[in-house]
């Protein structure tokens, strides 16, 4: 059945695409109201040169049964993250549930090679070091930002559920010594988190979706070797914000295929896929997020 999130204030950072708007297509269809943020915007410049905006996203949060509300945000600034967290808690009050799907890790990347001219698993030896710092600053460093700056309101009110999209580290190398450095350490960082949190009520964790066909890896002619949309990781979230005993999966970081058997939910087709492992991916690494 449909978890209702009716009343529920949501945001989801990172949303122009990918997970992103995945998941918060997914909280619309729940009944929930979302912010979706992004750097693309109709009004401004779009990363990547890409097509799809945040207004997009808001305007599928509509379509979907929910309330979409766009806020454009660069969540590697400090200055953006706190404006943008302090409006929504002017509008509305409270933050129920705050998802962190972004990642600049594949800015640049056409499917075979970065614009330093590496690929995904290329040697670390033979890797310019710049990258690693990008990688950490779009993923470590954002993540952070965006949890200490909703954490106040959260501990306050005793409540709320921060969940960062990653990539489970638990099955050995990812396959690329950066984008493995990066999720390590998003992982642990979901991690302590989740315990700073637990005494004040409110719960982090992470979700590990598999191989998604976001509009990245399709235009980068990856579409055939993927293993399920966006949506199917968007619904894991609803599933998890509607929960009222999600704290029992503080600090850990659920696969998407475990959610969907426990849950019982499906992807946008109506299947189940299985767990996925990086080494089943053809065209690597975290493309597959877009």
């Given amino acids: ?5 009716s009343g529920r204030i949501c945001l989801v950072a990172g949303a122009s695409r990918g997970l992103g708007r995945g998941v918060a297509r997914a909280l619309g269809e729940a009944g929930a109201t979302v912010i979706v943020t992004g750097r693309s915007s109709e009004a401004g410049s779009h990363t990547d040169q890409r097509p799809e905006t945040f207004e997009d996203t808001a305007r599928e949060v509509e379509a979907a049964g929910g309330r979409g509300h766009p806020y454009r945000c660069d969540h590697t600034s400090e200055r953006d993250v706190d404006g943008l967290v ?99 350490a998003m992982n642990r ?24 066909l976001t509009e990245r890896v399709r235009d980068a ?27 029992r999966h503080a600090g850990q970081v659920l696969h998407v295929a475990d959610l969907a058997r426990s849950y019982g939910f499906t992807d946008r087709d109506g299947s189940q896929p299985g767990r996925f492992t990086i080494t089943n991916a053809e065209g690597g690494g975290d493309v597959a997020r877009g």
């Fill in 86 to 184: 302090a409006w929504a808690l002017r509008r509305f009050g409270r933050l129920d549930c705050v998802v962190d799907a972004v990642w600049g890790g594949n800015e640049g990347y056409d499917g075979d090679r970065y614009p330093d001219g590496s690929g995904y698993g290329t040697p670390f030896w033979r890797r310019p070091a710049a990258r690693l710092g990008e990688s950490f600053e779009s993923g470590v460093y954002a993540q952070l930002l965006l949890a200490r700056a909703v954490a106040p309101a959260m501990v306050q009110a005793r409540s709320g559920l921060i969940v960062t999209v990653s990539f489970g580290t638990d099955g050995g190398y990812l396959g690329d010594v950066f984008y493995d450095l990066a999720k390590a």
């Fill in 221 to 247: 002619g990856l579409g055939p070797h993927t293993t399920e949309t966006p949506l199917y990781a968007g619904r894991a979230v609803a599933r998890l914000a509607a929960d009222p005993e999600v704290a």
């Fill in 189 to 212: 960082l979901t991690f302590a988190m989740a315990q700073e949190l637990k005494p004040f009520g409110a719960t982090a964790l992470g979700i590990s979706p598999g191989h998604v």
């Fill in 1 to 5: 059945m449909q978890p209702s999130l």
